[in-house]
């Protein structure tokens, strides 16, 4: 059972990026996905969660508008695509399945700066 996030870097104010979780060892298509982030000495913040067959998502309130998450069951990957980065979004992001059942992954390091 495996998380593997990828994408993450170093990104401008107002610039984009594109999260991806490649996921194996279980059945990615039977469950809801979430994105997940944690910022220099805070704690894990909810992101944006996904249903089982993409037919809906859902956002936390200081990224809706911004950030659009989806799937491709056919690869067992899920993205995060970043749009209007903010400093505040400066964090390490993790994906895992909604709710978090899965052993986390090492996470990709995000960093919002001019």
């Known amino acids: 059972v495996q998380l593997v996030e990828s994408g993450g870097g170093l990104a401008q104010p107002g610039g984009s990026l594109r999260l991806s979780c490649a996921a194996s060892g279980f059945t990615f298509n039977v469950y809801a996905m979430s994105w997940a982030r944690q910022a220099p000495g805070k704690g894990l913040e909810w992101v944006a969660g996904i249903y089982s067959d993409g037919s809906d998502a859902y956002y936390a309130d200081s990224v809706k508008g911004r950030f659009t998450i989806s799937r491709d069951n056919s690869k067992n990957t899920v993205y995060l695509q970043m749009n209007n980065l903010k400093p505040e979004d400066t964090a390490v992001y993790y994906c895992?399945?909604?709710?978090?059942?899965?052993?986390w992954g090492q996470g990709t390091q995000v960093t919002v700066s001019s």
């Open positions: 895992n399945a909604d709710p978090p059942s899965i052993r």
